[in-house]
């Protein structure tokens, strides 16, 4: 027999994909599932959805595009009046002047993340990614070959990251920034007055670009939401993503959108046009009649989401060992829980860290959260609010009791 024949089998997949993290939000509502499926009542709040229904005018304009035949490929950027539609939008809402050949629609805002980062990131090229940061930033840096820096923010100041510290993080070799606001996973939002601080650094370095993430707009519990790209010295170099899922609880019919400069938009268009090519034709006439509806609904569910935070921090404010920020928007709430680390379990294991934790509440209290290491913040963990009241009563009340017996 040769030496050949004892040599262990070599993988065949990429060293791209091997590289890349499965995501953490997905991992653990996988293992919920799993649970479920074998009868225990697990309540699920690793998962960053919605539990609304989509509103009946939008299912009844998806229901009239299948009878009036909208059943063939789309333009790779998404339907002429779609694309308008956003436009309309962004001057509705945000005060943005952006013309169609701006807008690429997407099958969810995820697509259009990855999308500019393929654009617009070289191999070895730096991008800056506010931390605590939804799971994905990194990985979609990886894919593109850049090297992820992630900044982070303080807890006192909730999370977010002060202009200062971008200055300091900006080097010859930065090409991107990528953050959200509101943010997924802390809730913290960024005011007028901090995000003009940010543009005026960005404005001292033409060579960064900056990618925001603005998918929770209509989840905000402060009143205002300003968009970075509101700052004229910074508009050309600022992509703007958002999308239905979270405003309009259209999680599962895939559809967001970027708007950016022509040769940006373009960039991100061909991008699309080799992966999936234009979006689900129905979709996209949902998502017409979805902006065109106005804000009416989102405005009745962000109050839901509202009094959903309140009631959670109510009741976490009485677990000892918890240190939580009062979210300003999206439907989380990320408390530092470092003083669980060390601990030991009722079966003898030792909470070592974050992960841990969070896999102690699945077992223990039947509770599904997400470790903070998945959003650069491994002394975290990370609740979801979008759940009907009586479930989070019930889901803190298992938490309290299982960290009580550590």
Known sequence: MSSSATLAPVSPLSDRIQAMNESATIAMAKKSRELLAKGFDVIN???????????????????????????????????????QAICDKFKRDNDLDFLPNQIVVSTGAKQSLANAVLSLVNPGEEVIVFSPYWVSYEEMVKLAEGIAVPLSGTLENDYKVTAAQLEAAITERTKLLMFSSPCNPTGSVFSRAELGAIAEVLA????????????????????????????????????????????????GWRLGYLAARPDIAAACEKM????TSGTCSITQR?????????????????AAYRRRRDLVLDIVRDIPGFKTPT????????????????????????????????????????????????????????????????????????????????
Do not use: W
């Not at 699309?272 to 992966?275: G, K």
């Not at 949902?286 to 962000?302: F, I, W």
């Not at 379990?345 to 102690?360: E, F, V």
């Open 45 to 83: 709040l690793s998962f960053g959805e919605p539990d609304f229904q989509t509103p009946q005018y939008i299912k009844d304009a998806a229901k009239q595009a299948l009878d009036d035949g909208y059943t063939f490929y789309t333009p790779v950027p998404g339907i002429p009046e779609l694309r």
């Open 204 to 251: 001292r370095h033409p060579h960064v670009y900056a990618l925001a993430d603005e998918i929770y707009e209509y989840i905000n519990f402060v009143g205002e939401h300003v968009s970075l790209a509101q700052f004229p010295a910074v508009t050309d170099r600022v992509i703007t993503v958002n999308g239905f899922s979270k405003g309009y609880a259209m999680t």
């Open 272 to 275: 699309q046009s080799q992966v």
């Open 286 to 302: 949902a998502g017409l009649a979805a902006l065109q509806g106005g804000r009416a609904s989102a405005d009745e569910m962000v």
């Open 327 to 406: 979210p300003s928007g999206a439907f989380y709430i990320f408390p530092e829980v470092s003083a669980y680390f060390g601990r030991t379990a009722p079966d003898g294991s030792t909470i070592t860290n974050s992960m841990d934790l969070a896999m102690y509440l699945l077992n223990d209290a039947l509770v599904s959260a997400v470790s903070g290491d998945a959003f650069g913040a491994p002394d975290c963990i990370r609740f979801s609010t979008a759940a009907a009241d009586d479930k989070l009563v019930e889901a803190f009340r298992r938490v309290k009791e299982s960290l009580a017996k550590l």
